[in-house]
């Protein structure tokens, strides 16, 4: 089974099926509701049919479409002219509907008809251009061929106002309605009243005899104001189907004699008519493609606005990581590590728990730029941070670096042994790099670790715990480095 997208994404076998059909029933349409007993064309829709399909296709297969389009007007006009003329006619529509596809084409024109200025190019290449070319044609066809008698430029103006009259309503109809909806329709109450409303002056204006009822003017023109609202709750689509419908009704009212503009001469009837339809198409369809040109942009801008705003988010998230980041070792840094022991200071005051906090310090390092270069010595402070994140596992450790060769780690143990055990294995951890250190008594790399646990109540103060952590590191280091020392508790009271 064809599925709709794959229907229209290129005109397979069973388009090209359909298109003759769809169009020899378009001829007869127009013969039969928009062809005055004067034989007067109000309106003629065929050629919007080839035009709206080139369109649709980009032109795809385009020489078979015209082929078989061409055969179906033929075929469709041979009861109502000569066979030679019905095929000069024929070419007529058929050099219309290319010139027509050509100008569009050359103008840079969306073909979907979706902005104001692609139905202004639209209207300039089709209506006036390509049918006022035709009709240029036609009368000449008409005169010398058909032996007609009316004059050359007012056939030429009847054939140029019924096609262009049939393009503008007819090609905004098909496209409208061979390319997906861009939103769901939601009607509302109010939707609901001006519909009704709509559809009984309609009945009005259909069912009035000479323009009038009981005296009161009723003409088509009423129905005006109905498609301009239609055009601004219903979109291009159903406007486009509401345009097409009151057209085809007011040329049908013609020729059944029920004189919809009042009791005037043919000739004026139509001229009428056809003004009516031009102003029709011109409110309906056009105040219907400039508000969906408006609303597709306000969904560009808030689309924009919304990927600018995730951007932005991103752009923040990615600035607030490295503002707490150390650019060096990719660990926390000072500022982050002074959030989180407030934070976890607050958190174990309220709970009573304890609180360890251990100071650790790369023993020699000054000595070990001095010998390695300063490159070596940033390398091997990101080993040590590695080492130290690796070795840390609690969830609820952290380790930052704190400043210069000098990290920290805060955790959550409850117990002074296993403090002293955290950060003898975060000590043995940088130990067990085996990163050369020729200066240092123990040949390698090393740090020397400070610890300081308490159970914060509302008399201790953060700084305090600072002190006695940074006083047990001095003495580690005191006492030969590469050791870990813990504080005593007299010293944070």
């Given amino acids: 089974m064809i599925q709709r997208d794959q229907f229209w994404e290129r005109p397979n076998w069973l388009f090209c099926m359909l298109l003759p059909l769809f169009h020899f029933a378009s001829v007869k349409l127009t013969f039969f509701c928009a062809v005055t007993p004067e034989n007067v064309v109000v309106v003629w829709l065929p050629n919007a049919v080839l035009l709206a399909t080139l369109l649709r296709f980009r032109g795809q297969r385009a020489p078979l479409l015209a082929a078989l389009t061409f055969s179906s007007d033929v ?236 951007e932005l988010e991103v752009s923040n998230r990615a600035l607030a990581t490295m503002s707490i980041t150390d650019s060096l070792t990719g660990i926390a840094n000072r500022r982050r590590f002074d959030e989180i022991l407030a934070a976890e200071w607050s958190r174990a005051r309220r709970g009573k728990q304890a609180l360890t906090l251990a100071m650790l310090d790369v023993d020699l390092f000054k000595q070990y730029n001095d010998n390695y270069g300063h490159q070596a010595g940033d390398e091997a402070l990101c080993r040590v941070a590695e080492a130290l994140t690796a070795h840390i596992r609690r969830s609820g450790d952290f380790v930052a670096r704190y400043g210069g060769e000098e990290f920290a780690i805060i955790s959550q143990s409850n117990a002074e042994d296993q403090s002293l055990e955290m950060a003898s294995m975060a000590c043995r951890s940088v130990e067990d790099l085996a990163l050369p250190h020729e200066t240092s008594p123990f040949d390698v790399l090393t740090v020397s670790v400070g610890v300081a646990v308490i159970t914060p109540d509302e008399g201790d103060a953060i700084a305090s715990f600072l002190k006695a952590a940074d006083t047990a590191l001095y003495r580690a280091k005191q006492l030969g480095r590469n050791r870990v020392e813990q504080a005593d508790v007299g010293m944070m009271i």
């Fill in 75 to 310: 075929l469709a006009n041979l009861p109502v002219f000569p066979w030679y003329e019905a095929i000069l006619l024929s070419v007529v529509n058929l050099l219309e509907v290319v010139f027509t596809y050509q100008l569009m084409r050359r103008s840079g024109a969306s073909f979907r008809l979706q902005r104001l200025q692609d139905l202004i190019k639209f209207i300039l290449s089709g209506p006036v251009a390509g049918a006022l070319l035709a009709g240029l044609m036609a009368a000449f066809v008409l005169q010398k061929a058909g032996g007609v008698t009316t004059s050359y430029f007012t056939l030429a103006r009847l054939w140029w106002f019924g096609d262009g009259l049939g393009l503008l309503i007819y090609t905004p109809l098909l496209l409208a309605f061979t390319h997906p909806s861009q939103q769901p329709l939601k009607l509302t109450r109010l939707d609901d009243l001006a519909l009704a409303l709509t559809l009984i002056l309609a009945a009005a204006v259909l069912s009035a005899h000479g323009g009038e009822i009981d005296g009161v003017s009723v003409t088509p023109t009423l129905l005006m104001p109905a498609a301009a609202v239609i055009a601004f709750r219903f979109g291009p689509r159903l406007t486009t189907l509401f345009v097409a419908l009151v057209s085809l009704s007011t040329a049908m009212m013609m020729t059944t004699g029920m004189k919809p503009f009042g009791d005037v001469p043919v000739h004026l009837e139509t001229v009428r008519a056809q003004e009516f339809i031009l102003t029709l198409c011109m409110v309906g369809i056009g105040f219907a493609v400039l508000l969906n040109e408006l609303q597709t942009r306000e969904r560009e801008l808030e689309n924009r606005v919304r990927e600018r705003t995730r």
